[in-house]
């Protein structure tokens, strides 16, 4: 779609595959591997001069577990797990300057349930060692998206995971802006769309966005050994 095209290259800076990239697509079947459209984009992106980043290495809710991994042992687990994180971060070895490593983690708990804590830190600290270049972040929306902001036990998770060696660089929140992308790009209203009542125009987003999910958007890169809290413009 060439209005799509466009409207990313006017607009951003970096980019991420809404599913390309996440472990089903990557695997779905048991040591059987496809990348082909995550590097499509990859591709696309790069010869565009957009930087991207991985979204999601691993995601808490069993639904976006390979169904092959959903009745495995935790011993056999954490060895896909770890061929998962060799192949996935080795694959986008220096192409993905960040991944998002374990995703929602206040919200489910399909891999802490069965790998712990230490597991979940484990992640990060093989991700780091096969790609010590790309920066490693948590994502999550429970308490911080969708109309309910309450950074503490993110904040708190992020803390215990750094304190048992994660190398956790930063933390995401999600956000949907769906309506004003197809707005922007079709030049058509939400409403227009549900067909059931008129929308004003809404404001043209600011050109100094820096990433397009079409899934996540809202990073803070924070270097510092620990995450606080705070508050800012």
């Known amino acids: 779609n060439a209005n799509y095209r466009n409207y990313i290259l006017s607009h951003f800076e970096w980019a991420v595959c809404e599913n390309e990239s996440k472990w089903p697509a990557n695997e779905p079947s048991r040591d059987s591997e496809t990348y082909t459209e995550a590097d499509y984009i990859y591709n696309w992106c790069n010869n565009n001069g957009i930087k991207m980043r991985g979204h999601c290495l691993f995601w808490e809710q069993p639904s976006m577990v390979p169904s092959w991994a959903t009745s495995l042992s935790c011993s056999e687990l954490q060895g896909e797990v770890n061929e998962r994180i060799d192949n996935g971060v080795g694959h986008f070895k220096d192409k993905f300057r960040h991944w998002d490593i374990d995703n929602e983690m206040l919200s489910n708990d399909f891999y802490g349930s069965c790998l712990g804590n230490q597991g979940r830190a484990n992640m990060f600290i093989r991700a780091n060692q096969v790609d010590p270049n790309c920066r ?79 899934d996540d958007i809202g990073r803070i890169d924070d270097r510092s050994p620990r995450i606080t809290c705070g508050h800012g413009r």
């Open 136 to 214: 490693l972040f948590m994502n999550e929306y429970n308490g911080n998206s969708f109309g309910s902001y309450f950074a503490e036990p993110y904040i708190t998770r992020a803390n215990q995971l750094i304190a048992i060696g994660a190398p956790i660089h930063g933390i995401g929140i999600q956000g949907d802006i769906a309506d004003v992308v197809v707005l922007e790009i079709t030049g058509q209203t939400a409403a227009a769309r549900r067909g059931n009542r008129r929308e004003a125009p809404r404001p043209r987003p600011r050109r100094d966005r820096r990433a397009v999910v079409v």
